[in-house]
């Protein structure tokens, strides 16, 4: 473990410093060093295959980085195994929606809930209390009405609603979200909208990648680009999206 300065872990949430990744040739990621500010909404643009979805399995620890760190409250590691992620506040979606298909929208939410011991021993949580909890994130996303349908039977939509209520069932500060609007109709896009400005209004931090520039421009407060593995240009979306190599690498104008 690292420490680093104090400055940076009051005011970011996570980050990274000098991130490689490589899946054999291929220079998935080459030191990144990117900053996900408290309390906003984040979002990392880029063209395919620039790295955005191995930036956040690295986050996340689905996957192992090759070097440097990644920064969590101000604590740099070198390592990050999945199974810590909840414990460090983190939790993510796939952009390939990962669901248990043979069993009730309700049942999905319990068995994140029920899987983790949150609290071995003195602080087991009882049944009823998981499900209070389930309900709650049915709620926000709403899909209350959909509990007893089964993962298998629900729209596309929903099922990325779905993936999102089993990403919020634990309460942790740090929400990863591998392009969440992406074939959404644009009924279900304002849901998606909704839930990551409730997110932001409780004060959690939030990254999520899209390709849709307007969405990026409505919610995003961070703007983080990439291109081939590496960060292009990071900060206050306005002054982002207002530089020229901005424009040509990326919006193609
Ligand atoms: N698990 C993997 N095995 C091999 N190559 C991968 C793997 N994940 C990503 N890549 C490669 O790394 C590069 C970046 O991919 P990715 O992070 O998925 O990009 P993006 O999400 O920006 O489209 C691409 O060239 C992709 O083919
Ligand atoms: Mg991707």
Redesign the pocket.
């Known amino acids: 473990m690292t420490q680093v300065p104090a400055r940076d872990a009051e005011h970011y949430a996570l980050g990274t410093v000098g991130v490689s990744k490589n ?2 040739g ?1 220079q ?1 990621l080459h030191r990144l060093s990117i900053s996900i500010p408290k309390g906003q909404i984040t979002c990392v643009i ?10 956040i ?1 690295i986050l996340s620890g689905v ?1 192992p980085m090759d070097s440097g760190m990644v920064i969590v409250d101000g604590v740099g590691l070198r390592t990050v195994h999945p199974y810590e992620t909840p414990d460090l506040g983190i939790t993510r979606t796939f ?1 390939d929606v990962r669901l248990f298909n043979q069993i009730s929208v309700m049942d999905n939410i319990m068995v994140v809930l029920t899987e983790r011991k949150l609290w071995p021993s003195l602080f087991q949580r009882s049944k009823s209390e998981h499900r209070q909890r389930a309900e709650q994130v049915l709620r926000d996303v709403g899909m209350w009405d959909k509990r007893d349908a089964m993962a298998e039977d629900l729209s596309y939509g929903q099922r990325k609603l779905l993936e999102m209520a089993r990403a919020m069932a634990l309460d942790v500060n740090i929400y990863l979200f ?1 392009e969440p609007f992406a074939g959404l109709f644009p009924q279900m896009l304002v849901r998606v909208k909704d839930i990551l400005k409730q997110l932001r209004a409780r004060e959690k931090s939030i990254l999520f ?1 899209s390709h849709n520039m307007e969405i990026v421009r409505e919610l995003s407060d961070h703007l983080i680009v ?1 291109d081939s ?1 590496e960060l292009l240009v990071e900060g206050d979306v306005d002054e982002v999206l207002a530089k020229q190599e901005v424009i040509e690498a990326y919006l193609g104008a």
């Open positions: 899946f054999g291929v998935a880029g063209p395919n295959g620039s790295g955005k979805s191995t930036l399995n996957l952009q591998d990648i990439m593995g």
